[in-house]
């Protein structure tokens, strides 16, 4: 029956984080491609330059894009201005060149000559690292591009030894003799260049030579730092370099590096599985860069570590969200390469999945995965043992083609928390009404909290109330929730919660009303009661009322103290208020509309009567001004003057007493000036006619 049972309720499976052991990563995935598009976008057909060109270009090689922009023919006839021109430098060459071996410009023979012999002229007068990192590394692509030219280097030797001169006893480089500073990023750049080395030699270079080197690795390897989540990076140690690198671009150069190498010498150079693992821990940990150059140094890293003959990161790859499975569905675990194609044959081991908060923890055999080849993915099906309850599932990947020539990392195991939920069952659920005296049971009623039923009860303060009830698994073991609260709520919205305690087979709380009444605050009356039972594995968790008790308190004494007060509904407060209704009075009688008429009839009398003295003064223009500038007073005049009765008909009808002072302020002012500048010279003109 118990597994019956488990097989109708259902598994949540949670990984919530991440345990110390290992991080969840996910390989490159649609987002890079999106993004690649987004960040790389050329203008009017074309990149700023070459080195931008063959970032967007190697980046849309790797993630495998097909509809890119069209950049062939710009690029190309800049490819070609580069190759056949003089005065390039071995760095315009390098990104030329790189940018050539992907659009397969139409380069001719005699400027691959042309090239080489300029490039083996600026190796022999070499003498810092980027001169021959540049230099060795176009003659390297040109090896790939022409069969035809001879890019191999008579005394490779001699230039490796050149090159090797400027390593540290720590594996870091320096860029030139002058410079007494080591770099780490130096040393990715050195590495490369001395893969070139090899490569282009055109007899075998000496193998103790090889061996240092293969040394120098390994110390370089030493001095890589770790995150707390197993990623491992390099960090820049030059504080005052002439252009420092950060560690997206550091940890970049050093693989770039480093793989090279592996690839054109024999033999394995001897570095930790986990430390490969966690370098690509480091590259996916970080995201998608917001800028190009740090998004084409995340995938061109990425690349080299999926094909490097050191080790190949495997990423094992784990629900990231809440699943809700039942006992039929299946946990899905994926293990792909850093690029997110599918690994090589292998088996996913569930090793053990322990129980974790309980003292009867349990382990559960080692499980191998099915593989599905469709999905391209493992699943697990749950043992039937498996109960509900917090677990702590280890993955481990193991290889099980002992033939394959490829070495992988697998980063061993991955341990990961996981909640498996179910329905809990609750049974043998009582409240019980205790004489205090006696202990003898008063009232007695089963509850169940499955049901919608209420209990009613009634007690005083000399008595007691207790609750108890048993929680079970689906598999019939006893369960222990999390959180279990009681709470009354008396009819004025006072709350007392009380936990409820487990005594191992049951939850039990025994209420004692005696020594509770100033908790209780002396208030007799209704208390509603309340249950509460969570678990974050029990998914019928409930928060249920079941019933009320009616408390009989005695009567609280002078310094008892107070229920506090209840806050203030904030919708109460703040929420909309009822609608004030408001009648206006009746309006007063109003005069007859001819009274009114009448009325503004009189205000105009003044004003005739102005017109008429203005007339029996004998008014007349004969005196007004002739020359110009007593002429424009005058006008000014007459102007303020009308302006003031246009004040006052504006105060009669519209502005108030002090605007009207104010404006009228300043047109007394205006009509002072303008007044007396006319009226002097009428006196004066008065006294030139009177003595004439």
Not at 115 to 124: C, D
Request: charged share 20%.
């Amino acid at each position: 029956m118990a597994v019956r049972a488990l097989g109708g309720f259902l598994v949540l499976l949670s990984v919530i984080a991440i345990c110390e052991a290992a991080s969840v990563f996910q390989p490159i995935t649609d987002a890079h491609r999106s993004a690649a598009l987004e960040l790389f976008k050329p203008t009017d057909g074309s990149f700023g330059s070459l080195e931008e060109a063959y970032g967007a270009l190697r980046s849309f090689e790797i993630l495998g894009i097909d509809k890119k922009p069209d950049i062939s023919s710009a690029t190309c006839d800049s490819v070609l201005e580069t190759l056949g021109s003089s005065s390039s430098s071995p760095k315009d060459l390098f990104h030329a060149l790189r940018v050539n071996g992907i659009l397969k410009c139409n380069v001719k023979e005699d400027a691959f000559e042309s090239v080489v012999s300029r490039l083996k002229a600026a190796i022999s007068s070499a003498s810092s690292l980027l001169e021959f990192y540049y230099s060795i590394g176009s003659l390297e692509l040109i090896k790939g591009q022409s069969s035809n030219v001879n890019v191999l280097l008579s005394d490779a030797d001699g230039i490796f030894r050149s090159i090797k001169a400027l390593s540290q006893s720590d594996g870091r480089w320096r860029y030139s003799s002058n410079n007494p500073e080591s770099s780490t990023y130096a040393a990715g750049l050195a590495l490369k260049t001395l893969a070139g080395v090899v490569s282009l030699a055109s007899s075998e270079i000496d193998q103790s030579l090889i061996g240092t080197l293969k040394n120098d690795i390994t110390k370089l390897f030493d001095s890589v730092e770790k995150y707390d989540d197993g990623a491992f990076y390099f960090e820049e140690k030059v504080v005052e370099a002439y252009e420092h690198h950060g560690p997206l671009a550091t940890t970049s150069s050093v693989v770039r590096g480093f793989t090279a190498f592996a690839d054109v010498t024999f033999g394995n150079i001897k570095l930790p599985g986990d430390k490969i693992l966690g370098l690509a821990k480091f590259f996916l940990s970080i995201g998608i860069p917001g800028d190009t150059k740090g998004f084409f140094d995340q995938v061109d890293s990425l690349a080299c570590l999926e094909n490097n003959r050191v080790s190949i990161p495997l990423i094992l790859s784990l629900p990231a969200t809440v699943l809700s499975l039942s006992k039929k569905d299946q946990l899905k675990v994926k293990v792909s390469t850093v690029l997110g194609s599918n690994g090589p044959p292998l088996t996913v081991k569930l090793v053990r999945a322990s129980s974790s908060g309980s003292k009867d923890s349990s382990v559960i055999e080692s499980q191998e995965l099915k593989f599905d080849k469709e999905s391209a993915s493992h699943s697990l099906d749950l043992p039937k043992s498996v109960d509900v309850g917090r677990y702590a599932f280890v993955f481990e990947v193991v290889l099980h083609d002992s033939e394959h020539e490829k070495v992988y990392a697998t980063g061993g195991q991955t341990q990961v928390p996981v909640f498996i939920t179910g329905i809990i069952k609750v049974d043998n659920a009582e409240i019980v009404v205790l004489d205090s005296d006696l202990g003898s049971v008063e009232s007695q009623k089963k509850l169940d909290l499955a049901g919608e039923n209420v209990v009613s009860l009634s007690a005083n303060h000399r008595q007691k109330l207790r609750l108890y009830f048993q929680l079970t698994t689906p598999l019939g073991q006893v369960f222990k929730a999390h959180q279990a609260f009681l709470k009354l709520r008396h009819e004025s919205k006072v709350e007392h919660i009380f936990v409820v305690g487990n005594s191992g087979k049951k939850f039990e709380i025994l209420l004692d009303f005696l020594g509770l009444v100033e908790k209780f605050y002396y208030l007799s009356g209704s208390y509603d009661i309340q249950l509460t039972v969570g678990d974050a594995v029990m998914e019928n968790s409930f928060l249920k009322a079941i019933g009320q008790i009616e408390l009989d308190l005695p009567e609280a004494p002078e310094k008892a103290p107070r229920p506090p007060l209840q806050p203030v509904d904030p919708y109460s407060r703040y929420g909309p208020k009822a609608e004030i209704s408001h009648i206006f009075r009746a309006p007063d009688k109003r005069p007859p509309k001819e009274l009114s008429l009448a009325f503004l009839g009189l205000t105009f009398v003044p004003l005739l009567g102005f017109f008429i003295g203005l007339l029996r003064l004998g008014v007349n223009f004969k005196n007004f001004p002739s020359s110009a500038v007593p002429t424009t007073f005058a006008i000014l005049f007459h102007v303020g003057i009308a302006a003031v009765l246009l004040l006052y008909v504006l105060f009669w009808l519209k502005l108030d007493l002090f605007t009207t002072l104010k404006v009228l302020g300043f047109l007394g002012a205006f009509l002072l000036f303008v007044g007396h500048r006319i009226l002097s010279h009428l006196a004066s003109t008065s006294n030139k006619l009177k003595s004439a």
